[in-house]
């Protein structure tokens, strides 16, 4: 035979069969010409859809008040929605201010500090004190949005020298993970200082405290510290910031009272329009629950009203210029039923996400009017200071510098606290009936409706084998694609296989489910919700897509309280469901899961087990791994459940299923590094000391192959 074609070439070097694998189209959406665009998508729409609706309910409410006595009563409820959202902050401890350097310009002069918002939490600053002032100035907090250099960035020193020379005294200071407070190196996390912000906000998140309450707190101490100085009037306080400083001063002006003029740049919108448009950013800017809470960013001005807030927009801003309208609009009522409706003003200008010497100016004399500093709101030249010269610590580095505490560090102190409460707990009789309860209430699980939609889309063959696709539609209004391997002669057991890299490469030649199919089971490999085809699910990244990962996708769903991993487990359950319905009458079910995956399968399992068996491949061993590791997979997040670790973790399910035939195969911590044996034994000994029947196993150290034997073996 003449091997002259290069189809022929490969038969004869591979063999036919590899050939026809090479051939094959396992993709399902690529079929649906009408689904196929979006399909990537389908996560980021479905919980799109959940917070359309919940941003309905609080539009019926706001748009009912009309009467000052009504605002009055939802501010109360705002505030009380805010406290949950944000978290309870840490006592006030003494700040411990320490002024480290000073400069003397023509007309001002600067001193750098640091102060204690928590004890050893250093946050760096300067104090910029114009030389003409009246003994009791009025003082300007600036928050830095997302710049590297923190305040020393060109832009917000601009502002910053602009209302130094009209008069303000400015306390500007570097956010977590900017400026002098970067906690990570560039060789440590690529996606730059402000990336921090999401991936410190993850282990944050799992702890049940969002990242935005160190945030706020800061702000906070940074108001205390201003009212320590002589120089400042504490009756005439504002805040000021763009971007990022304006998530910050628009928060930190809802939540202090002693703020008494507010001008957030750059931020505000409506979470409908950031939907729509660039979605959720990064971790900060997301309060735990805050959609489902009723909270809108209108609120973080109304909750103040009547006390004087100017919202700072351009029209081509990454955050929607429609929905900074429809916020204004909106809190325009609450400020007119307080017979102030001048004291909400808003300024835009044509431009991205900039500053403009038109809102620049707007923002000087709305300082100037309503912190009583009357003058020229004219723009002025300044003469910029290097980051050098602005520098608080050696090197600019304060946690180099100064051995303090980090998020990471103060989370990670948190988390063990919480883990210490839980174990203090002695475990009930209905242990088991507990855990499940607080799994649905802290993931946001539903129970799937337990009607079915399945779609045939074809069928494939190969040697030992059919591969039958399917789509079959998950818990909202998008449809799972899936993959059923169907033996010619069946021994009467189907497997549900999860793979975190895709059904594509789970079905692979010689990979597990190749070769359970090849052995007489029934295989039935989908891609759940945010892999494979369903794809990243997410329309854009920033700073919240870290290493690939997009972390504002997992932000979305904490918003909604819709954790992801409650979506999977609706889809698994969804899956037993379709499987019992169109497989072998009496078929015998296990679930084998690898990689990520593993946590959402042992949440499926905890709240309603339709498995027999289970195995999971490389398990993640807890979530406080995540918040242990300072340099964490990111992948693990999206199988995380926020706020989990305040109720229970990942060891605490094993427990509840010890006694169902589970395997666990080479656990991992959150860097991706395998445990031993000894350890597996020491992490899970209250699951083994529960096990009376070799119910649970837990095998560490396999290669490859033994691994696939100890899988194959453990579901016969």
Wanted: charge should be neutral; include cysteine; charged fraction near 25%.
């Amino acid at each position: 035979m003449k091997c002259n074609t290069w189809i022929v070439t490969a038969c004869c070097f591979l063999g036919l069969s590899d050939v026809l694998l090479a051939q094959e189209d396992l993709s399902v959406y690529g079929y649906w010409k009408y689904h196929q665009p979006a399909a990537d998508q389908l996560l980021y729409k479905s919980l799109s859809e959940r917070a359309f609706l919940l941003l309905g309910k609080r539009e019926a409410v706001v748009s009912s008040l009309i009467t000052k006595a009504q605002w009055e009563k939802r501010q109360a409820e705002v505030r009380a929605k805010l406290a949950k959202a944000v978290g309870p902050f840490p006592e006030k401890t003494p700040l411990n201010p320490v002024i480290t350097g000073t400069l003397k310009k023509d007309d001002f002069s600067v001193e750098k500090l640091y102060f204690e918002s928590q004890p050893g939490y250093h946050v760096t600053a300067a104090i910029f004190l114009p030389d003409k002032r009246p003994e009791k100035a009025p003082a300007i907090i600036f928050c830095s949005g997302h710049s590297e250099n923190g305040f020393r960035s060109e832009a917000y020193q601009r502002l910053i020298l602009n209302y130094v020379k009209k008069g303000f005294v400015v306390l500007a200071f570097d956010p977590i993970g900017q400026g002098e407070r970067i906690q990570y190196q560039s060789a440590e996390l690529k996606e730059g200082a402000t990336g921090e912000h999401s991936y410190a906000g993850v282990q944050s998140f799992i702890s049940g405290l969002p990242p935005a309450n160190y945030f706020i707190w800061d702000g906070i101490r940074a108001v205390d510290y201003l009212l320590t100085r002589k120089e400042v009037d504490p009756a005439r306080i504002g805040i000021a910031g763009r971007s990022g400083g304006g998530t910050q001063s628009a928060y930190i002006a809802a939540m202090d009272d002693r703020i008494a003029v507010a001008a957030p740049e750059c931020y505000i919108t409506t979470f409908d329009k950031l939907i729509r448009s660039n979605g959720p950013q990064d971790a900060e800017q997301n309060l735990m629950y805050g959609l489902a809470e009723g909270i809108d960013m209108a609120d973080f001005l109304e909750v103040r009203a009547p006390k004087p807030a100017l919202i700072v927009a351009t029209t081509r801003d990454i955050f929607a210029i429609q929905g900074a309208r429809d916020s204004y609009h909106e809190a325009k009522k609450a400020y007119k039923a307080f017979g102030k409706a001048e004291q909400i003003q808003m300024t835009e200008d044509d431009a991205g996400h900039a500053s403009t010497v038109k809102n620049r100016e707007a923002s000087y004399a709305f300082f100037q009017k309503y912190l009583n500093n009357p003058g020229s709101p004219a723009d002025l030249e300044v003469q910029l200071l290097s980051d050098e010269e602005l520098h608080v610590t050696p090197g600019g580095r304060a946690i180099a510098s100064l051995k303090g505490e980090s998020m990471f560090s103060l989370n990670e102190k948190r988390a063990k606290e919480l883990a210490a409460k839980r174990y203090k707990a002695k475990p009930t009789a209905n242990f088991s009936e507990e855990l499940r309860k607080k799994i649905i209430a802290i993931s946001g699980f539903t129970k799937p409706s337990g009607k079915m939609d399945v779609i045939f889309s074809g069928r494939l063959h190969r040697a030992d084998y059919a591969v039958e696709k399917y789509l079959v539609k998950g818990s909202g209004g998008y449809h799972l694609p899936v993959l059923w391997l169907k033996p010619a002669k069946s021994i009467g057991k189907t497997v549900l296989l999860l793979d975190d890299q895709g059904k594509a490469q789970a079905v692979e030649k010689d990979k597990l489910a190749d070769k359970l199919a090849s052995q007489g089971y029934e295989v039935v490999v989908p891609d759940l919700s945010g892999i494979g085809e369903l794809g990243s699910g997410f329309i854009n990244g920033g700073d919240s897509v870290i290493e690939g990962v997009p972390l504002n996708l997992w932000f979305f769903g904490m918003l909604t309280h819709k954790s992801l991993v409650a979506t999977r487990a609706e889809e698994i359950m969804i899956l037993a469901g379709f499987i019992r319905t169109n497989g072998t009458a009496g078929s015998a079910l296990a679930g084998v899961a690898v990689g990520t995956l593993t946590s959402d399968l042992l949440h499926a399992a905890a709240i309603r087990n339709p498995f027999g068996k289970l195995v999971l491949v490389q398990p993640l061993v807890s979530y406080q791994s995540i918040t242990e590791e300072r340099l964490y997979k990111p992948g693990f997040a999206l199988s995380a459940v926020p706020g989990a670790l305040a109720e229970y973790d990942l060891p605490d399910l094993v427990e509840a299923l010890s006694a169902k035939d589970l395997l666990l195969i080479n656990p991992v911590t959150a860097a991706g590094k395998e445990v031993s044996q000894q350890q597996a034994d020491s992490i899970y000994r209250p699951a083994l000391k529960q096990n009376q029947r070799a119910g649970l196993r837990i095998r560490c150290g396999l290669r490859y192959e033994e691994l696939m034997e100890s899988a194959l073996s453990w579901i016969r």
